[in-house]
């Protein structure tokens, strides 16, 4: 068994070193640190650091932050099937050794609320979040300034997905900001049923440095600056709180 989860791992995208790695932190539902892991395995910390990023490429772990300590999860048994159905087209075996290998109870039981990207493409952890979440997202959204960080050619590919998989969007752009969609071909067509997409302008005056959303009940924030991070908390009040606040603002911007 444990044979098969390596090679499924492998087919993901983990070198055998790395599937090693990811079969140890696959038992840590709540979290391990890297000290830990590099303890249980024996091998030094920049080696676990190197993994941990090819996981959070991959899409199949997290870093949470608790008590100031960063901390380490598998995702849960739902998103892990997700993954695989991205890559591979037959996994009914493959399918069948993650829900014996990840008890959907024993994954969900403890659940970050805090989850860091960082490094230059970490927006694309944002978006892919976004469509497996497959909840309509609410945006405030300084899209010039935003395009100083976020490759066209992956924004124009995040609205094809989104459209397919029918996930509406609704932006408030800062008036200082905005763009002319019709000669901006990587966001697609102007028309709200094509591109489902509603945006809306921002009084003047208001000025926005880093975008952020709601959906579901995750709260996303993307830095537009120098310092390439982005983060999601997942809290119902918080999105709530954020909704509300984005449901003023529409009301008194105006229309594109």
Known sequence: MKTDFLNLLIELGCNKAEATTFSVLAKYPGGVTVLDLSRELNLPRPTIYTHMETFSKLGIAKKGVKENTS????????????????????????????????????????????????????????????????????????????????????????????????????????????????????????????????????????????????YGNKVAFISSGREDYAFVIESKELSQTLKKQFDFFWKISSKY
């Open 71 to 214: 901390f380490f999860y598998p995702e849960s048994r739902g998103i892990l099937e997700q993954v695989l159905d991205e890559k591979i087209t037959s996994l009914s075996k493959s399918k069948k050794i993650l829900g014996e290998l990840f008890e959907e109870t024993s994954a969900s039981s403890f659940k970050p609320k805090f989850f860091v990207y960082e490094g230059p493409k970490s927006y694309e952890s944002v978006w892919r979040d976004i469509l497996r979440t497959k909840e309509e997202t609410f945006w405030i959204w300084p899209v010039k300034d935003m395009l100083k960080r976020v490759s066209k050619d992956k924004l124009e590919e995040f609205h094809h997905e989104r459209i397919r998989r029918n996930i509406w969007m609704n932006v408030l752009w800062p008036d200082k900001s905005k763009l002319d969609i019709k000669n901006s071909p990587f966001l697609l067509s102007p028309d709200e049923k094509v591109s489902l997409r509603r945006v809306k302008i921002l009084p003047k005056g208001f000025d926005q440095d880093i975008g952020y959303g709601v």
